[in-house]
């Protein structure tokens, strides 16, 4: 019943993605739109608002919010080598759709869009992986150190007082 309630959950956040995705212009004319400059250079590497986390919007809280829910759902699975191939390509699906909605609604100043999109790649670089393989330390574990990272350099109300798995009650 558990695995069935967590199967369900990660299916309805890829269908609010997909929803706000489908409403949502393409992430690269969002982008271009906005004319956001975005560093891709592989040496790029996180850096704080002198000193203090960048601040978030609405859309950026509500997307990491899903993306942490979401894997923490499947991290008992990942931690007892159960996680299977359909779980795992359910939650990289829902991890692009999430990003790509974050992106395209995108409001952050060019130097908190630069740093949040080191994350993204780094969100969408470890979906890959679990397309791959289930279990593979480059998938949900890279997944929740990108989190990790998020919680540092950006200011997401409440994101280290409750645990993942009783944060959908939150939003």
């Known amino acids: 019943m558990k ?74 699975a990942f931690e007892a080598a159960q996680l299977s191939q359909p779980q795992a390509a359910q939650l990289a699906e829902a991890v692009r759709l999430t990003v790509n909605t974050m992106i395209a609604e995108c409001q952050l100043p060019a130097d908190a869009d630069a740093n949040l999109h080191l994350i993204l790649g780094r969100l969408l670089a470890a979906a890959e992986a679990l397309e791959t393989a289930s279990l593979a330390a480059e998938g949900l574990p890279a997944i929740q150190a990108a989190l990790q990272d998020y919680g540092h350099y950006f200011a997401h109300p409440g994101w280290h007082d409750a645990p993942a798995e009783d944060e959908h009650a939150h939003h």
């Open 3 to 76: 695995q069935a309630a967590r199967a369900w959950i990660v299916g309805a956040l890829c269908l609010v993605a997909q929803s706000a995705l489908a409403q949502a212009p393409s992430a690269p004319d969002a982008h271009a739109a906005h004319g956001h400059k975005h560093a891709h250079a592989a040496d790029a590497a996180l850096s704080l608002n002198a000193g203090e986390p960048w601040q978030t919007d609405e859309a950026l809280r509500r997307g990491m919010l899903q993306i942490r829910v979401a894997s923490a759902m499947l991290t008992p």
